[in-house]
């Protein structure tokens, strides 16, 4: 799928996490940063979450039932 094709105003109200951010996580929230609400993340490795939520400007979650309570996907 072409992210660049995607209306990003159709997306842009959608209240978005992502759960784990490794190596594909990563990818995840790179690109739900750009066409969604990107709420924040979580992964059990809280200072990598930290570092990536740094990286990508949002929040990092140290409660996952928190983080779930905030998004619509």
């Known amino acids: 799928m072409d ?3 995607i209306d990003k105003k159709m997306y842009k109200n959608l209240r978005t996490a992502v759960i ?3 190596v594909m996580g ?3 929230v790179r690109i ?3 066409i969604s609400n990107l709420v924040g993340i979580y992964d ?3 200072s990598h979450s930290r570092e990536v939520s740094k990286q990508f ?3 990092s979650y ?3 039932d928190s ?3 905030e998004v619509d996907a």
């Open 67 to 69: 983080l779930l309570s």
């Open 26 to 28: 990563k990818h995840h």
């Open 44 to 46: 059990l490795n809280e």
């Open 3 to 5: 992210f660049q094709m």
């Open 57 to 59: 400007g949002t929040k």
């Open 20 to 22: 784990g951010v490794g």
């Open 32 to 34: 739900l940063s750009e």
């Open 62 to 64: 140290d409660d996952l």
